[in-house]
């Protein structure tokens, strides 16, 4: 019972931390969009996590834990990927954004004009 208790608090922390991280990722301009599109894989990944429990028991019983298991440890993984926001400014515009992210290639374009 107190794991089942702790499970769904954590599981309710995380969901509340979709919303707020989400919302400072995006700029200003596209933030309703990539809240929408968070929320609505959020919404196809629980649809997809109660078809395995489902389906799955019947033919490997122990498939759904090993998914799942599996899913956390790549969210958890992606999720130290993306950058921190704590004290920094949010954009309001995606030119903004695009202008502040380095593009891969950039600097190898820099070095060829030092040369």
């Given amino acids: 019972m107190t794991l089942a208790l702790l499970g769904k608090m954590t599981l309710n922390a995380a969901f509340q ?19 929408g599109n968070a929320s609505m894989m959020a919404r196809i990944g629980s649809v997809l996590a ?30 130290s990927l993306l950058p921190e926001t704590r004290g920094a400014a949010l954009y309001d515009t995606v030119l903004a954004f695009e202008a502040a992210q380095p593009v891969k290639g950039d600097e190898e374009k820099a070095d060829e004009g030092v040369r």
Avoid: D, H, N, Q
């Fill in 50 to 79: 109660a078809f395995l429990v489902s389906v799955l028991p019947s033919s490997w019983s122990i498939a759904p834990p090993i998914i799942f298991g599996c899913s956390c440890l790549i969210a958890c993984w992606v999720t």
């Fill in 17 to 35: 931390i979709l919303f707020l991280y989400t919302g400072e990722l995006f700029p200003t301009e596209v933030r309703t969009w990539g809240m």
